[in-house]
Every structure is written in C-alpha cells, then in structure tokens.
C-alpha cells in the first residue's frame, strides 16, 4: 500500500479518479480520455491522455498525476493509496510537537464523483468518515470527553484563538437532532448513540435499541426512515426532468419529508448517494438516498422550497425557522471497514477532538453549524458571513473567525455533526447533476493536543495541535450542459470564477497576490505556506500537507474535464518554499559576507533601509529601526586570528537577526493595521448593505399605504362623481319624460275636454243633490229655531247682516215664517253643532233667519278647502261626524270647480306634514 513520501516538498498531492459511466458503459458517450499503463518502474498509472472529439485543431493532451485511479476503484483504494492514514498520523504527532495541518481536497466537473469520493454513498464511507474512524480509533483512551472531564469545554474555550462559540458535542446535538425517547425530556443531555457492532453483510451501522431511546428498528426509527428524505428545489433551474434531475431528490435523508409514499433504505440520508438509476424508484421501487447536501434553510425560504428539514407533525403550520429539529439518525455506513488501521498517538500527550463546519458560497463564508437567523429586514432566515482573518489570539495565522465548534467525544457524536452541518450545506439539482453542490464545503477536524505532563497548569491547561481540513469543492459547468438558469446560473458564475482563480493561484505558484483574490483561494493557500512573521516570532509551524483529488468522467464533456485536469496538474507542480532556519540564515549570511572592513551596509536584498511605508495608510508610528551595521566596529583586517573572525562574524550575524526581526515586527504592525482596516471596511460595508435593506423594506412599506390612501380617496371622488352623474341622469330622464307627457297631454286634450265636460256635468248633479240636502238641513233648522224663545234670537240679529243671503233661500225662509235662532258656533262649522243657546238672545225676524243661514253658508263654504285637508287625516275627531262627511261632499262639490293643480309627490307630502299639525 502506497502512502505519502514525507521528503517530497510538493504543496499538493494530486490524484485523478476516474467515475463509471452513469447509466453504465453501454449507454456512455465517446470516451476522450485514455489511461496510459504503468510504466516500468511504477506499479499504478499515473498518466491519462486526453484525446479532443472531433476537434482535430486541438492538441492531445497528456497528463500526470500522483496516481490515477480507474472507474473499477473503491473507496477503500482510494483511501489507502491517497495515504490519509498518512495525513492523520500527522496531525495525531506521533512523536510529539503541535503535528501537521492536513488537507484533503476534491476538485472536478459537476457530477463527476467529487461527494461520492469524499463524503460517501448510501452503503459505502467516504474518505471522510474513514478519516474520523481512524482519528478516534487511534486517539483511544488518550481522548478527553466532555462528559469524563467537565473541565474540559471551558479549557479548549481558553485556548481558542478564533473567536468560535465552543460547545460539547451532547449540547450541540441536542439542539440540532429530536430524540425520540427523549422528547419529552427537559435535559439538554442527550444519550448518544453508540457503535455496537460491525457487520460485513449489512453497511450500515445500528445502534442498540437502549441508545435508540429503546425504539429498535421496528419502532419510531421506521417512522423516521420513512420521512428522511428532503426535497431539493428545481425552481430556478430548467433541467427538465430526467434520471438525474428528479423533483425529489434524497442527497439528504435526516430531513423529513411529509410524502410516505416515498420510501428509503434502512440508511439515514447524510451519507449516500442515490445511484440516478434508482432515482426513479428503482431495484426495489425505493427511492435511494442521494448523498449529503441540500438548500440552506434561506435558501429554502427564498425559493419556497418544500423541505423534509422539518420534523413529523411539524410541516403544517411549523415557520421555517432554523430551530428546527431533525430526526436522529440511528444508522450509519459501516463499509468499508477499517478495524484493522489505526495509526499511532503521542502516549505522553492527551487530546481532544473539535469539529467545525462551513462553507464558501457566493465568495463568502457562512458557518454550517449555526442555524440562521432571521432578518428584521426582510423576515428571511440568513446568515451572517464570516471573516478569514487573523486573530488577537492568532496573529501569525489566518482562521475563520467566529464559528460554532463542537468538541465530540467519540466517532458516532463526530458523524452527528458533520450529519447536522451537511444539512445546512446548499445544493441544487441540474441538468449534469440532480444534487449539484452550490458551494465549496470545508469539514475541520481540529485535534487539539497537550501534553499530560502539563498537568502543573491545572485541568485548564492550554491546547495546541494540528487539523485536518475535508474540502468539497463544487463543481464547475457549462450553462448548456447544466441547464441552469436564475439564481443557479448566477451560483454557477461564482463557482467558475472562483475555481478560475483557484487555477490562476496554483499557476502562479500560490503567489500572494492571487491568494486574495478569492475567499476560496484565501482559505486553502494562506495557511499552506509558512509564515514569515511565525517564523521571526519562532513560532514555527510544519508546512501543511495536502491531497487533492481530482474527478473526472472520461465520457463527460470534453472542454470542462481538460480545464480541470489542467488545474490539477498545476496543483501537482506547487511547491512548498523551505523555510531556512536560523542557523542556516546565518551561515548564509557569513558566507556572503564581504570582507569585514568593507562590511557597512545590510545583507538583505529586499528590504532597504530606512523603511518607509507605502502610500498614505498610516502605520502604527514605531521606533525606526537602529541601524544596527553602523555600530559594528570593523573588525581589523590585520587580526589574523580565526577565532577573532568568527566571534566578529557571530556578533555581525545576530546584529542582522536583531535588525531583521525588528523589520519583521515592524511590517507584521503595518500589516495588522491594515488588515483591522479592510476588516472594519468590510464590516461597515455589510451593515450598510443591511442598512440598505430594511430601508428599502421601509420605502416600499411607506409607497404602498401611500399608494393605498391615495386609492382610497380617488375611490371615495369617483363614487361622489358617480352618483352626481346619476342623479343628473334621472332628473334629465323625468323632464324628457314630462316633456314626453305634455306632448302626449296635448295630443289627448280633445279627449279630456269631453271627459271635464262629463264631469262638470257629475259636479253640478252632486251641487244639485248637496242644495236639495242643504235645503232639507236649513228647513230642519229652521223648524227648531222656530222652536226657540224669542229672547234667545237676539244674538243672530245683533250679528246678522244680510249680505250672503241668497235670493233663493229668502223666499224659502219667508215661507216658513218661524223665528228660530241658530246655535252655531264658527268653530262648530265644520261640524255643524248645535250651539247651545246664547244667552240674551232675541228674537229674530225672517231677514235675520236669513242673514244666518246666509251666513252658514258662507261659513260653510270658505271652510270646505280645510274640510279637504281635514279629511285626508285620521287625526282629527271632526271626520267622525256625519256632518263632516257632509260637508266634505259639499265641499268637494265646490272645490271641484277650481283647477286642481297636480303636486309633484314631495309637496304632497309636505302638506300631509302640514295636516299633522293641526
Ligand atoms: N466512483 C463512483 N461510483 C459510483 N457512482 C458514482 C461515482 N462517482 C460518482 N458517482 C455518482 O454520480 C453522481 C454524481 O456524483 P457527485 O454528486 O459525487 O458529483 P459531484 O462531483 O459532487 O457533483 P457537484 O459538483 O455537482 O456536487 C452521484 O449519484 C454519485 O453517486
């Protein structure tokens, strides 16, 4: 088994690993790209040749690799012989020291194999999960557990230099997984589950049903099963529909999904991918699991995404908040099997084990471990980007400050948490890859170490060590062949660009001025070299040590794979600067030192003296640097003693130290200042972007109920206008109408004038009937005025007066000859009571018998318009009377003589009014 040659100084150890054909060879493309055989003194191939399709302008090219793996390899070959045991070894230190950060990286085509390599599939580890199976199984007992040791979690706190929020692994959990037996259970506490077998026939691995929270197989954990599988968003792509773009994919199963139709193998999700001839209910009609990545949970939001992220019973009215709790997996993969590796640990040192999480996305850096929060802005869930930076803590050595870390105790609690972070990790289905990463993925594995000889510093003793860094970058493509569009195109854009500068910062040998010019760049090149402000404080770190693994499908598309394998052969060619050390400084500066008489300037051909910094940024004002060679005395050429030209030489070489670390220091200043600059831009930069945000929420909030208002009152003016014009309508409609009427009135007036003459004639019958009535009444009277004494007359004539006295009733009232005095009062007219008689009345001749019922009369007759109107009510007791009812015959009689004026309805009911109040 091949591993690592230690003495190579090569930053990268590259391997190509080649995938099978998706559908399998028979339905493979063209293949482009030939594996050239072992040569002689090899016994693996490590050259490929790539022969351009039906494009003879292009060359063949040929390419050469650490070792190139063929479709045929495992994941166990590909473990051995990439030598992570190796890579762990050096950061376990076996042989004491701080040990040596390791990189494990993938780099290829979309849908070329990268997750399935790194992080695994539904049955099968990736190089990942065997990486931590090594790591705790060769830590054994020298491993601390927060459990064992609760001085534990605020130790590696104190000694923390990144500004990371640390938790241990059981509280961690808690707040990420559901545990079904402990639900109910107030305890931030839980059980972990734990290994209790290995199985060769069956993958993966079960946990007893006492660490099931006593759920076995058969109880909630199917119910689980049955939900673990989550919904990856196809919004903004175009992919159509295809073997490799189902709606529902499973590159993550400990999410829930409310479908129970779709169903999953006795696998949690995180770490298998679905083989895309399964995606449509394949051997079994199951759905398999893809592998591990699905949207974050803003991403989610943002596309309205149906996610399985939300526990069972949960989906309805649940918000999609971050706090959401995911199903605990109870199985894991347990092949390939490893039992028999383990690499050796410091027996004189204890460690301790802490797990960090995030990823590069849209050139930025956002923590997988913290959940996201929401925006007040705009009510999404986002996370906050994190900064790549030195700390007060780490000032000679970049980190990504701020991060969640976990420190676990064991493997399983290990495989929990890069579970809980893969979920957060966004992906996206296309049209090369139904599960397609968005983002590069960065899995950190910090083996913290000190030794138990420090035991004089306490339980708090402080930490130092090395970490092993799992790097999934996503894919680059081709719009055309990935069929995306939107926001995935854009993600895409930012994929490329960034592994473009990846290629540029390996063709330029990782020079310092392409390492800044992507996050992604920044995070594997800035660590990778040893750092001269380090190397002056003498804190010297080993260079890190990397494998990339390159992944290419030989029948995919042609220009995509000659880009990466180009980039990976680059890789290949980065070397690590040795770092001299001090005695070789100087050695070197003896030997090129002039003469001793002539030695009056400084050794170093960059830096000159006096320093003077650049441009306007103002550097912390510092002592300037004393120039140190002035002092030396020359040492005298005629000495002749070897002795005297060492010790001269010696006294020379550490003035230059003093004046070269004084410089050091001076520039490490210039550069924090700078560094605390760009980062307080950068922060002021996003909180203005946030700014920006909630002001343009409020603008837009402000513009609608302003919009809304002012729709409200040019509503409220348009009905006001509306019912003008209506009413103007009608009255225009009722004066053509009257119009209309008159005109016909006047076409049927000869028509009417028959029937007025008919009715004047009706009229005068009833005046007739009323006088014969009125002259019966009169002769009544008079009979009972006859009746009266004559002192009881005197009234009428005192009144009396003949004027009204009609020529008719004169004669009448002569025949009678009676002397009668009425008893009628004005008021009683109408009624025609009988008045009592008056007091001191007389008696009356005809002529006043006369005058009076003239008189009568002509009360009767003024009265009969008031009688009309009288009668119209119900009133008035006056109507009861039949008298009444006579007198409104009469004077209907006479009314009805007069033209009667037709009122418009409203008068009519004004004099109505009127009537009431009498
Ligand atoms: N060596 C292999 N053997 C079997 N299946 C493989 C192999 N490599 C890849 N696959 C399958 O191909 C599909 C795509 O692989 P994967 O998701 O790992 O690609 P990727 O390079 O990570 O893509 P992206 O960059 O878009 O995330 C998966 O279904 C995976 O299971």
């Given amino acids: 088994m091949p591993g690592l040659t230690p003495k190579n100084t090569n930053l990268f150890q590259v391997f190509l690993r080649l995938r099978p054909p998706p559908g399998g060879a028979a339905n493979a493309g063209e293949r482009f790209l030939t594996v050239e055989p072992a040569e002689d003194d090899d016994t693996t191939p490590k050259h490929i040749t790539l022969n351009p399709p039906n494009d003879r302008r292009r060359a063949v090219e040929k390419f050469a690799f650490t070792q190139v793996f063929e479709e045929e390899a495992t994941q166990l070959d590909v473990f051995h012989c990439t030598g992570v045991a190796d890579l762990v070894k050096g950061v376990l230190a076996p042989t004491g020291g701080d040990g040596t950060d390791a990189l494990l990286a993938t780099l290829g085509v979309t849908g070329s194999g990268k997750s399935h390599t790194i992080l695994g599939s539904r049955s099968q580890r990736g190089l990942t999960q065997l990486a931590l199976d090594v790591i705790f199984r060769s830590l054994g007992d020298n491993l601390v557990d927060c459990d064992a040791n609760p001085a534990l979690e605020p130790s590696i706190i104190a000694s923390d230099s990144s500004e990371a929020a640390i938790f241990s692994a059981p509280a961690f959990l808690d707040t990420v997984f559901t545990d079904p037996s402990t639900s109910f259970r107030a305890s931030s506490r839980a059980q ?22 006593q759920n076995g197989p058969s109880g909630p954990d199917c119910a689980w099963r049955e939900k673990s599988l989550r919904i990856v968003s196809r919004e903004d792509s175009v992919a159509p529909s295809s073997p490799l773009t189902p709606v529902i994919s499973s590159k993550i199963c400990d999410a829930v999904l409310s479908s129970r139709s779709i169903h999953f193998h006795n696998t949690p999700r995180g770490f298998w991918h679905r083989q895309p ?85 849209n050139d930025r850096i956002f923590d997988l471990l913290t959940p996201a929060v929401k925006s007040a802005a705009t009510k999404e869930f986002r996370r906050r980007p994190l900064l790549f930076k030195p700390t007060e803590g780490s000032p000679d050595r970049k980190v990504v400050a701020g991060l969640r870390k976990v420190i676990c105790g064991n493997l399983q609690q290990a495989l929990m948490v890069l579970e809980a972070g893969l979920h957060e990790r966004r992906v996206t289905g296309t049209g090369s890859n139904s599960v397609s990463s968005r983002s590069h993925g960065f899995f950190s594995v910090e083996v913290k170490k000190r030794l138990k000889s420090n035991r004089k510093y306490g339980a708090n003793g402080p930490w130092n ?46 020079d310092a001025s392409h390492k800044d010019k992507c996050k992604l760049t920044e995070l594997l090149f800035s660590n990778s070299y040893p750092s001269a402000s380090a190397h002056a404080s003498g804190r010297h770190r080993n260079p890190q040590k990397a494998v990339m693994i390159v992944t290419a499908d030989p029948h995919g598309d042609y220009n995509a794979t000659s880009q990466i ?16 050390s001090i005695t070789q400084t100087i050695l070197a500066a003896t030997a090129q030192a002039p003469p001793a008489s002539s030695y009056t300037s400084p050794t170093s051909p960059t830096l000159t003296r006096p320093f003077s910094p650049p441009g306007s940024v103002k550097y912390p004002k510092l002592h300037s640097p004393p120039n140190i060679m002035r002092n030396i005395s020359p040492v005298s050429s005629n000495s002749g003693s070897t002795s005297d030209l060492h010790r001269s030489t010696m006294e020379a070489a550490a003035l230059e130290i003093a004046r070269l670390s004084e410089e050091a220091e001076y520039l490490r200043q210039a550069l924090d200042s700078e560094r605390a600059a760009r980062q307080e831009a950068e922060s002021h930069l996003l909180s203005m972007e946030d700014r920006m945000i909630e002001l343009e929420q409020v603008i837009r909030e402000d513009c609608t109920n302003e ?112 002397p009668r005095t009425p008893r009628m009062t004005r008021s009683g007219a109408g009624s025609r009571g009988v008045a009592p008689p008056a007091r001191g009345s007389r008696t009356t001749t ?38 009444a009812a006579t007198a409104r015959t009469s004077a209907t009689a006479t009314a009805s003589t007069r033209k009667v004026r037709r009122l418009p309805a409203k008068k009519w009911n004004a004099v109505n009014d009127d009537d009431d109040m009498f």
């Fill in 277 to 361: 001839q399964q995606a449509h209910g394949g051997p079994g009609g199951k759905q398999a699991p893809k592998h591990f990545m699905a949207p974050t949970e803003s991403i989610r939001l943002k596309k309205g995404t149906k996610t399985a992220s939300q526990p069972q019973g949960e989906s309805g009215n649940r918000p999609q908040t971050p706090s959401r709790k995911l199903h605990r997996p109870s199985t894991f993969p347990q092949q390939p099997d490893i039992g028999a590796l383990s690499v050796s640990c410091d027996p004189s040192a204890e460690y301790a084990v802490v797990i960090s999480m995030y990823e590069v996305y």
């Fill in 707 to 818: 919009f809304e208002q002012r729709l409200d009152i040019e509503m409220a003016r348009w009905r006001a206008t509306m019912q003008v014009e209506m009413e103007r309508g009608e009255e225009h409609w009722g004066r053509k109408i009257e119009v209309f009427e008159r005109s016909l009135g006047m076409q049927m007036n000869g028509d009417e004038d028959e029937e007025d003459e008919d009715k004047e004639n009706m009229l005068v019958e009833d005046i007739h009937q009323e006088n014969e009535r009125l002259r019966w009444e009169n002769d009544a009277l008079r009979r009972e005025i006859s009746g009266f004494s004559p002192t009881k007359r005197m009234p009428l004539q005192e009144r009396g007066g003949e004027a009204g006295l009609s020529a008719r009733t004169r004669p009448a009232t002569a025949e009678t000859g009676s």
């Fill in 192 to 213: 972990t589950p734990m290994i209790v077998g290995s199985s060769r026939s069956s993958p993966p691995q079960t946990f007893s049903p006492q660490e099931q929270g």
């Fill in 465 to 510: 060590g090395s970490a092993l860094t799992v790097v999934d970058l996503a894919g680059s493509e081709r719009a055309r062949d990935a069929k995306t569009a939107g926001a995935t195109l854009a993600e895409a854009g930012k994929i490329n660009e960034s592994l473009m500068y990846l290629g540029q910062c390996l063709q330029m040998q990782s």
């Fill in 846 to 883: 005809g002529d006043d018998e006369h005058s009076l019922l003239s008189r009568m009369e002509m009360l009767r007759v003024s009265d009969a318009p008031t009688m009309t109107t009288t009668t119209t009510t119900t009133k008035t007791t006056r109507t009861t009377t039949a008298r």
């Fill in 565 to 580: 394998l180009r980039y990976g052969a680059l890789a290949r060619e980065v070397t690590v600067p040795r770092v001299p």
